[in-house]
């Protein structure tokens, strides 16, 4: 059974998520919410009983700050690539994770998505 937090952080990774342009979601075959766009993951979201987990496509720059960081780890089987993940996210930190969520995504991103972007939030 889902606590009402973990359907409650769900939530909000999915609005932040599906609030880009063309993101879709799917469920993975490990059962995991995975956000992609033009079929390139950029969030991946994961629950159990008492735990929920959100893991996103970084850099390794990117990888190495956040890894200094008390609530970040290295993502399992897909870290060597940059991701990285965070487990439990409490309210202070959704504003830091909106943003490396966006950055995740532009990561994926086509560069025609891109370069809309970057248009729409220069000005």
């Known amino acids: 059974m889902k606590t009402h937090d973990t359907v409650g952080m769900l939530e909000k990774v999915r609005s932040i998520c599906l609030a880009l342009p063309e ?5 993975d075959g490990f059962g995991h919410n ?5 079929g390139k993951s950029f969030v991946i979201s ?3 009983e008492k735990e929920f987990s959100l893991s996103f496509k970084s850099d390794r720059e990117t990888q ?3 890894l200094q960081k008390e609530h970040f780890y290295k993502t399992p089987y897909i870290g060597h690539h940059g991701w990285v993940s965070i487990q439990n996210p409490v309210g202070e930190n959704w504003d830091e994770l ?5 950055e995740a995504y532009l990561r994926a991103a086509p560069k ?3 370069k809309k972007w970057n248009e729409l939030h220069t000005n």
């Open 112 to 114: 025609r998505l891109v």
């Open 64 to 66: 190495e700050l956040l």
């Open 34 to 38: 995975t956000f992609k766009i033009n």
């Open 46 to 48: 994961g629950e159990s």
């Open 23 to 27: 993101a879709t979601e799917l469920i």
């Open 98 to 102: 909106n943003d490396l969520i966006q």
